[in-house]
């Protein structure tokens, strides 16, 4: 898996899927040759393989004994992770099309790893058990329709999807959409809490936060929930609801495209040609959930733009990881934490291979992209939930 060796590196999470369905045992060598993956030998997965475009190499029983052993040395920041269970994948996403791409589903489908989507209704119906794993498409928690009032209140897909979201709140019995959205954080929140992955991008990284800390706070403004908002709402927040952020200030002009002092977005003064972020190094043999949400055959990524580019890092609570930043511009893109007995990353920005994904914008060609670390990183938060837990020292 690094970049001399892999022609397909998306593709190649894919192959390891296939295997662990077919319950053929694998391991991902941390920090091993960009993150390579062992699998045992079956002619499937080499058809499978060729079929797909993905690289790799047969091996002996004895050289692949020598490569354990070699990551096994004390001296090496390496470590072999058993992969058990192919986890059941549910993206949290609206049945209808949307003027944007979600990359999470693009490469999901790239990479012919299977989901489930997923939505409100089937959410406020206790249907996460079903799953470990659960993606956040581009969303808007907060009942303010992506505040993109300003700019988009008068076009078609605006005026549909802001009716379709009213009358699906009223079909579960909620007088607001945010009151709708509130309920949909609450089963997310628990459903973490109770032991699954969640994993989101973009403005379902904020947006989360803040509903959850406006719970039973209208910060909402008329023409989003048909009542002004409450007088003071900022110091009623309370951040102990929160997973990853506190201590943010709200946007209160409704015309204003941006939810709070979270992004980054607007605070930037980074050319797009030194528009990188970098990944961090963790210990692999003690670290092995952040060193494999980190694996990559490159340290440093180039950036991209979202509604939700990056995070301040003044807001950003002590309890979670950093594991990416832009250093010139102190912002946190890729952050991860534990809440009850699951874990939750939040990764900023649209599109790793569009730097200024715009509305309507054509979506990503990922034929054109098959070894990008951006997308890497989200393939790897969708893998970790398949890795034995390493047993805890007493």
Known sequence: ???????????????????????????????????????????????????????YQIISDAKA?????????????????????????????????????????????????????????EVLSDQLVKYEWLHLHHEDFTGQ???????????????ESKLAAEVLAKKLGYQKVSQEKLAVSKKIRDFVYGGGFMFAMCSATDSFDIAL???GVD???????GDPSEPNYQEKLNFNNTFAFENYTLVRNPETYEFSSIDMTTKRR????????????????WDQVPTMLTQNHTQLVKGFMG?????????????VLVMAENKTNREARYIH??????????????????????????????????????????LNNVLFPAAKKKEQKT
Not at 34 to 41: D, K, P, S, T
Not at 270 to 284: G, M, N, R, V
Request: negative net charge.
């Open 1 to 55: 898996m690094s970049a001399e060796n892999q022609k397909n590196h998306l593709k190649a999470y894919g192959i390891v899927f296939y295997s662990l369905e077919k319950g053929i045992k694998a391991k991902w060598l941390l920090n091993y040759d960009g993150g390579a993956f062992l699998i045992e030998h079956s002619a499937s997965i080499e058809k499978e393989s060729q079929i797909r475009g993905v690289s």
């Open 65 to 121: 004994q020598l490569i354990l052993q070699e990551i096994a040395s004390p001296s090496k920041n390496q470590e072999a992770v058993t992969l058990e269970k192919a986890p059941k994948i549910a993206v949290y996403s609206p049945k209808d099309k949307m003027p944007w791409d979600d990359a999470v589903t693009m490469v999901l489908k790239y990479a012919e790893i299977p989901f489930d989507v997923i939505y409100d209704e």
């Open 145 to 159: 329709y992506g505040r993109f009032y300003g700019s988009f209140r008068t076009t078609p897909w605006y005026i």
């Open 213 to 215: 800390s406006a719970e």
């Open 219 to 225: 910060i909402a403004e008329a023409m989003f929930d």
């Open 270 to 285: 980074i050319p797009k040609t030194s528009d990188y972020f970098t990944l961090q190094e963790y210990s692999a043999k």
């Open 307 to 319: 509604q939700t580019t990056a995070f301040d890092r003044n807001t950003i609570k002590a309890t």
């Open 337 to 378: 934490g534990t809440k009850g007995k699951g874990m939750f990353t939040f990764y900023g920005g649209h599109d790793p291979e569009d730097y200024q994904h715009r509305v309507g914008d054509p979506k990503t060609e990922l034929d054109l992209h098959p070894n990008s670390p951006g997308y890497r990183l989200i």
